[in-house]
């Protein structure tokens, strides 16, 4: 038999339609998801803000930031719909005999059982108390079998600890093509041997069956057993921040991925957990291209950031709202 | 034989579009230009916002601000996409013993490493570690061979020191009227004896191929061999923070000068080191009044800084990707 042919992106963003909450009148606050990023630092307050704000664009009911004090005074002022915990701490800030890792995270792990799922690293910073804070948050979910994002900082802390997520098929890595190449080099993989569908799917594999998705001119996402391209058409400019739109899409999709086998909804209960998780990386891939897009056009040589955040209400609408996708 | 007639406003425009990277697939973050502006104090937050994020607007993909603590939380809210680092300090607030200029200025040297080019002195103030931290970093991006621009009481510091910048072409000096007539006094120039062109000239001269862009009613933009006039259509409203457009703009194209050098796209490399940046300058210059005249038409006396910042978009799409500019 020859094999199956590749589904095509209408195809697939169909199939992801199928695990989107319908907005019924029944439903209440919180069920069409709940979801946090962790991240936000001296350095940076933007990244954060931009995922968690994607998030709620997408349509996540609420949507936290738990970050730095300073940071979180900051985030609070971009949006008043972001809820913003200033929980994390970094080394030079903390009071003496105080605030370690343990004691952070335990705070917010309790945050956790009300979570559907979280993103870990947008803003995070490589200082030492964040990374590891972050670090025992992410053993927290891992306990509580809870889906996470892997993106940014937290990247490094991978990097660092690959053991942290490997194994755990419920966590999606986002490396941009240099934080791929330094996944790569811990893992002791060639980047430059094979094609890149392949090295990425050879990555994932040696993680284990963590997704990755490796965003570049195309996007590619594996997860060591099955490996697709999105290449949908998005914008020519590659300002910085325009990652953290396809950290909060993506931490919404999987925040419906749970929604969706809670049976929230009537449906045939069709996908399965690792079809979902795949369409969840697909759908944001294909969600941030969309908006990147719909932004350049408007903006061309001028678009920054948080222009792509004005687009997710439109591009949800092209993608999975019209009666075919409109690409 | 005659001497060569001066190019037109739209030659010269039509020879800075050489350098302007095309923006292809195959690019990824970070090098369309990564730039800073430093400065940012108890006074001052306006500025260096309205220039890192002009830098942006014109292209640049990632756009820090490199600042005193208190100011970087005001400027971080301005807008998500600027990256703002709180690292300078004033020298009333350092903590006892602590927080030289040294100190300061290694922690902000690691950064230049990063960077394309840099602006130094919007916002920054007078206070006396301020300024001797912004010589150190003027010294440090010397040694790495750095492009910058020095404008606002960045130009304090020069008056004061001249030999920081002296006889490094790739320093670019903003001065208006009154900063202009510092520096004159400074370099024994009598700035009424001869025309503003040669004015200009001389100066440039005196601070040995330094570029000067005197900003007035007409730009006058000098190396000391080659002097150029950009007389362009601006607005007729003087409000502050104007500058700061212009030292964005051309921070942007002096991280495209490293980029056409580095050759990250095919083109005919007949561009000399020298003629980029005096071309550099002019395109600011352009840039500058395209935005004040186009803010102008809409808002008449009403006009702020901000104003400009609105129109970087449409005053690129005019100058540069108009099939002929229009001015």
């Known amino acids: 038999m020859p094999p199956l042919p590749t589904p095509t992106p209408k195809e697939l963003l169909m199939r992801v339609r199928k695990f989107i909450p319908p907005l019924l009148e029944t439903m209440h606050k919180g069920q069409q998801g709940r979801v946090a990023v962790i991240g936000g630092s001296e350095d940076y307050t933007g990244a954060p803000f931009f995922s968690a704000n994607a998030s709620a664009l997408m349509g996540a009911d609420m949507s936290h930031v738990i970050c730095e004090p300073q940071a979180a005074q900051v985030i609070k002022a971009y ?3 972001i809820m913003v915990h200033p929980y994390m701490r970094q080394s030079h800030h903390r009071e003496k005999g105080t605030d370690t890792a343990e004691e952070i995270s335990t705070k917010i792990e309790e945050m956790l059982d009300r979570l559907h799922a979280i993103v870990i690293g947008p803003g995070l910073g490589r200082d030492s108390l964040m990374q590891d804070t972050a670090k025992l948050i992410i053993e927290a979910a ?7 994002v892997v993106d940014a900082d937290g990247l490094f802390l991978v990097q660092n600890h690959p053991s942290v997520v490997q194994n755990y098929t419920h966590a999606i890595l986002t490396p941009n093509k240099a934080e791929f190449e330094r996944l790569c080099k811990t893992m002791k993989i060639e980047p430059s041997h094979g094609d890149e569908t392949e090295v990425c799917s050879r990555l994932a594999k040696a993680f284990g069956g963590v997704t990755i998705i490796q965003k570049g001119s195309k996007d590619y996402i594996s997860n060591g057993k099955h490996t697709m391209v999105c290449d949908l058409k998005g914008g020519l400019k590659r300002s910085g921040g325009q990652g953290d739109t396809l950290t909060g899409c993506l931490v919404t999709f999987l925040a419906w991925k749970k929604a969706y086998q809670d049976r929230l909804w009537k449906h045939d209960n069709s996908l399965s957990d690792s079809e979902l998780i795949a369409l969840s990386a697909f759908g944001a891939s294909a969600m941030t291209r969309n908006c990147s897009r719909l932004a350049y056009e408007k903006k061309g040589r ?9 687009e997710v209400g439109q591009a949800f609408k092209n993608l999975f709202e019209s009666e075919d996708p409109k690409l």
Chains 1, 2 share one sequence.
């Open 142 to 148: 891992k306990k509580k079998g809870m889906p996470f």
């Open 302 to 310: 001028a678009l920054q950031a948080f222009d792509l955040s004005l």
């Open 79 to 81: 949006s008043p719909n």
